[in-house]
């Protein structure tokens, strides 16, 4: 499965859209794009997931660039309840293990 | 919505014991993936299986073992348990495989070695 990269940490404000990249340069044409979150010891929490056309549900939107080396997930009005740590996880059809790189630690700011 | 269900939620062992955890997946998900996340750590994929069969092995010791039952629950054997087998076991499920392969997660167990 392609590797990924996110920063360590990102802060953003109550009420305000967070915005979250991710790189996968090394991509394969069978490999989606699925973001996942884990509350404070808590299971990791399915977001969503793309192959190359951007994707919208009722948490979240996944933007990913034209040649799919990067994505960005979008929380449109974060929450306190939001903070978490977000992994960016590459991989194809039929895998049987989701590898979680160290992930984004997003905190929300009253 | 029924979520995946792991017993027990909280375990304290000694060293050189031994320790079960179960994994009760979705209704109608056929595969159960177990990870393991120690402390400060990000999870790590352990071994998984697809219609009672191991499908997949990621780096479980040989200490432990699992199987996934008639009624696709699954089980985790963990034997002469170390102090560094102390962590969350996360057990997740997905649906078969025409119906998508996104995993949905369990609270988790955790394991105490003393």
């Known amino acids: 499965d392609a590797k990924t990269t996110q920063p360590p940490s990102m802060d953003c404000a109550e009420g305000r859209a967070a915005n979250l990249p991710c790189n996968h340069s090394t991509i394969s044409g069978n490999e989606y794009v699925y973001w996942y979150r884990q509350i404070h010891s808590q299971g990791p929490q399915y977001i969503i997931h793309g192959l190359k056309n951007n994707e919208t549900n009722e948490m979240a939107s996944l933007i990913i660039t034209e040649d799919r080396k990067s994505s960005t997930l979008i929380l449109p009005h974060a929450t306190l309840r939001d903070t978490a740590v977000y992994y960016c996880i590459v991989t194809r059809t039929g895998a049987n293990n989701l590898f979680f790189g160290t992930g984004t630690r997003l905190t929300v700011i009253p | ?114």
């Open chain 2, 1 to 114: 919505a029924a979520g995946v269900i792991q017993s027990p939620r909280h375990l304290i062992k000694e060293k050189r014991e031994t320790a079960t955890l179960k994994c009760y997946p979705i209704p109608r998900h056929d595969t159960v993936y177990w990870y393991q996340q120690g402390p400060g750590q990000d999870p790590q994929f352990l071994i998984s299986f697809y219609e009672k069969m191991q499908s997949d092995k990621g780096s479980i010791p040989d200490r432990f073992s699992a199987q996934q039952f008639s009624d696709y629950h699954s089980e985790l054997n963990m034997s002469s348990l170390e102090l560094g087998d102390s962590a969350l076991y996360f057990c997740a499920s997905s649906p078969p495989k025409l119906a998508g392969d996104t995993q949905y997660f369990g609270p988790g167990t955790r394991l105490t070695v003393l």
